[in-house]
Protein backbone atom coordinates (compact mmCIF):
# COMPACT_ATOMS: atom_id res chain seq x y z
CA UNK A 1 0.00 0.00 0.00
CA UNK A 2 2.37 2.41 0.70
CA UNK A 3 4.85 1.76 -2.27
CA UNK A 4 1.84 2.37 -4.49
CA UNK A 5 0.91 5.66 -2.62
CA UNK A 6 4.73 6.97 -3.36
CA UNK A 7 4.35 6.06 -6.81
CA UNK A 8 0.41 7.69 -6.65
CA UNK A 9 2.79 10.88 -5.42
CA UNK A 10 5.23 11.03 -8.27
CA UNK A 11 2.59 10.64 -10.58
CA UNK A 12 0.17 13.46 -9.33
CA UNK A 13 3.64 15.63 -8.98
CA UNK A 14 4.18 14.98 -12.76
CA UNK A 15 0.62 16.13 -13.13
CA UNK A 16 1.09 19.12 -11.25
CA UNK A 17 3.98 20.06 -13.23
CA UNK A 18 2.31 20.77 -16.40
CA UNK A 19 -0.02 23.51 -15.16
CA UNK A 20 2.72 25.95 -14.07
CA UNK A 21 5.24 27.79 -15.93
CA UNK A 22 9.02 26.30 -15.71
CA UNK A 23 10.49 29.56 -13.29
CA UNK A 24 7.86 30.05 -10.99
CA UNK A 25 7.88 29.08 -6.98
CA UNK A 26 4.89 26.29 -7.47
CA UNK A 27 6.76 24.84 -10.17
CA UNK A 28 10.29 23.90 -8.63
CA UNK A 29 8.62 23.32 -5.25
CA UNK A 30 6.76 20.11 -7.40
CA UNK A 31 10.38 19.37 -9.02
CA UNK A 32 12.28 19.26 -5.19
CA UNK A 33 9.25 17.09 -4.06
CA UNK A 34 9.60 14.61 -6.97
CA UNK A 35 13.29 14.21 -6.55
CA UNK A 36 13.16 13.21 -2.84
CA UNK A 37 10.30 10.85 -3.83
CA UNK A 38 11.94 9.78 -6.61
CA UNK A 39 15.50 9.34 -4.62
CA UNK A 40 13.37 7.90 -1.47
CA UNK A 41 11.22 5.10 -2.62
CA UNK A 42 9.55 3.17 -0.08
CA UNK A 43 10.17 -0.29 0.42
CA UNK A 44 10.38 -2.87 3.27
CA UNK A 45 13.18 -4.60 3.86
CA UNK A 46 14.37 -7.48 6.37
CA UNK A 47 17.46 -5.32 7.40
CA UNK A 48 18.05 -4.92 3.67
CA UNK A 49 18.82 -8.79 3.04
CA UNK A 50 16.06 -9.15 0.72
CA UNK A 51 12.59 -6.89 0.10
CA UNK A 52 8.73 -7.86 2.04
CA UNK A 53 6.31 -7.92 -0.39
CA UNK A 54 3.16 -9.43 -1.00
CA UNK A 55 4.84 -12.78 -2.16
CA UNK A 56 6.42 -12.98 0.91
CA UNK A 57 3.77 -12.12 2.95
CA UNK A 58 1.84 -14.94 1.39
CA UNK A 59 4.95 -17.49 1.39
CA UNK A 60 5.26 -16.56 5.21
CA UNK A 61 1.10 -17.99 5.84
CA UNK A 62 1.68 -21.04 3.77
CA UNK A 63 4.89 -22.19 5.42
CA UNK A 64 3.29 -21.37 8.88
CA UNK A 65 0.20 -23.14 8.13
CA UNK A 66 1.89 -26.55 6.91
CA UNK A 67 4.12 -26.40 9.83
CA UNK A 68 0.80 -25.97 11.96
CA UNK A 69 -0.96 -28.80 9.67
CA UNK A 70 2.17 -31.05 10.43
CA UNK A 71 2.01 -30.65 14.40
CA UNK A 72 -1.39 -30.94 14.32
CA UNK A 73 -0.89 -34.82 12.73
CA UNK A 74 1.64 -35.55 15.01
CA UNK A 75 -0.46 -34.79 17.97
CA UNK A 76 -2.97 -36.66 16.47
CA UNK A 77 -0.89 -39.71 16.12
CA UNK A 78 0.41 -39.46 19.95
CA UNK A 79 -3.06 -38.96 20.85
CA UNK A 80 -4.46 -42.45 19.33
CA UNK A 81 -1.53 -44.32 20.72
CA UNK A 82 -2.27 -43.89 23.94
CA UNK A 83 -5.71 -44.96 23.67
Known sequence: M???ESEEII???YRLQLKYSVF???YQS???LLYLVNNSKVKFTAMDY???N???MFDL???TATYFVVLIQFY???NKKLH
Do not use: H, L, Q
Request: glycine share 12%; charged share 20%; aromatic share 4%.
Open 2 to 4: AVV
Open 11 to 13: TIC
Open 24 to 26: TGP
Open 30 to 32: IKN
Open 50 to 52: YEI
Open 54 to 56: RST
Open 61 to 63: IGT
Open 76 to 78: DGK
